[in-house]
Every structure is written in structure tokens, then in C-alpha cells.
């Protein structure tokens, strides 16, 4: 677009994809490290290395409408961390957005294995989305020919948290327990949830629900240690079911065998409740436990990273750096 006043505005028209497309690449040229090495789309059936072709089409109603889900899975060390747990709650979503994917699941994770493998990354995340597809701007997609499924493979670079972070509850309402429990694309509440702890300061927020009991954080699940010890964690009635939190529960009774904790229990915690707790922590895939030290300025214990919180994160670090093959799939790269 040529900047100009008013009337003097002059907006260019491309009169070939060929035109269009060396001026998306003139963007692409200009960044020093490409951000998204490799993208599938069912729409043209394959997988692109381009970055400025890795689009989707504006009349697909997960643009215009918000009709689609999305899940994630971290790759790490060439192997996809709990890939199958993801895409098991991503299908979940999808029924409950009454989308149909198209193609069945051991097609859905052969895409996703083989579009790591071209990315030729050994770390970073994969984000992959089921639409109920493009073909016009009505309500519903019932005049669309078909579902539509993309992924795209982010160079992302993350490590353990060991730092403390700032967090407040959150004034933004939170989802109904229908979208909650979906992991669909309309997170504007997350977003705004997100910005308003920014605003103020903290790293993020914490949801509460209209009973007065602790639900969840923007894009995370939150845990907690009691003073008695216990690892507790909000029931999933009313939140997203954490595909890493759950892993987390899986693993912690390492810690009670040692008498480090000494029980694992979901329960509802009022504000009160949790604000008295002895440590806090947020649990999501890429942190994979982020440490919380204060919430709406008071101290979350003695105000420093709790000991168990750690030995928690580093339960699951090392389940995502060397855990067993059923929580790791290798990446099929070629030679």
C-alpha cells in the first residue's frame, strides 16, 4: 500500500500471483531467522517450506465465524513430547465443535510426524488446527465442501523456569464450562486475561469461577502445595483438561514414595484457600512448571520458589528430555 492523506491514498493491485507472491517474499527476505520452518494444509494437500505461502483462506470459517480447534505438542530432542495425549484431547474438541476431520487419526499424526521431519528442527513446538473449513461467509459451514486441517511447525526456543513470576486474578469473565473444556480458537478472553495482568504489572492471571473457586490461568492449568504438603489441583469439570498437568499427576507419586509429598488430591479451593497455600505454580507445556511467588501483591508462601515446585518441574523436565517412548515419539527425519 503507497501511504498517502485521505483521497490520495493508492492502494496497488496485483494483477498476477506472481506479482503478489515476490512481495510477500520481499517481507520474508527481510527477516533473519525464519520463525515457522514448515506448514501442512489439507487445502493444497501437502506441506510448504515457504513461509509466504503458509496462509489460509480468508473465507474459511475459523477466520470469520471462530468455528475450529487447535492443540500443540512440544518437540524436543527430535521426539514430540506427549503427542498422543494432544492429539486425543484435540479430537475430543473437534466433536465438541461438531467438526468433522478429514482424515482419520493415524493420518492426522502420520502428517504431523512427517511435517517435523521436513521442518528439520530438533526443538521447538507444533501447533496444528482442525476448521470446519473455507467456502462462504454464512453462519455455519453447511454449504462448505469439507473440513479443513493445518499445522505448522514454530522455531521456539524454551527451557525449565526457575525464576519466581508476579500473578493477579483476573477481572475478565471467564469461559462458559462448554468452550472452557474445548480447546477451541476463540481466546479472546485469554488475550484480554492476559493484557490486563500486563497492564498491571504481572506475568498473567488467574481465573475464578462464579462459585469463588480457582479454575485456571490464560493458557495454563494452576497447581498447588498445601502447608500439610499435599499437591493439589482444580477439578477439570470447568476447565481445559491439561494434557501436561495430568502428566504432572502421573509422575508426583515419585515424590510421595520419597515422603517429599505426602498425598496428590483435585479439590475446589476458594481464593482464601489457595492464597495459603505454600507454594503455586502454573503448568503448561512449554514452562513445564512455572514457579508463582506472588498473587494480587501478597506472598505466595515465603514469597520464593517453593523446593517441591522445583523437584515437580524437574520431574517432568527430565520425563521431556528422556521420559519413555510412549510419552516421546521419535521424528522420522530423513537423512
Known sequence: MEVGNGSDLEVLVFQSSSELLA???????????????????????GITLD????????????????HGVFDTAILLNGHLYELDAHLDRFLQSASKAKISSPFPRSTLRSILLQLAAASKHKKGTLRYWLSSGPGNFLLTSAGCPTSAFYAVVIDEDFSQCKEGVKVITSTIPMKSPLFATMK????????LSKMEAEEKGAFASIWVDEEGYIAEGPNVNVAFITREKELVVPFFDKILCGCTVKRLIGLAPKLVAKERLKGIRFANLTVEEAKDAAEMMYVGSTLPLLPIIVWDEQPI???????????????????????????????????
Open 23 to 45: 512481495k510477500l517474499h520481499e517481507k520474508w527476505c527481510s527477516v533473519k531467522r525464519q520463525p515457522y520452518p514448515a506448514m501442512y494444509s489439507s487445502i493444497f494437500g
Open 51 to 66: 513461509p509466504a505461502l503458509m496462509v489460509i483462506p480468508i473465507d474459511d470459517h475459523m477466520v470469520h465465524r471462530g
Open 184 to 191: 477451541n480458537v476463540n481466546y479472546l478472553p485469554n488475550v
Open 301 to 335: 508462601g515465603d514469597g520464593r520458589v517453593g523446593e517441591l515446585t522445583m523437584e515437580l518441574s524437574d520431574l517432568l523436565w527430565d520425563d521431556m528430555v528422556a521420559g519413555p517412548e510412549i510419552q516421546r515419539t521419535p521424528v522420522p527425519y530423513k537423512d
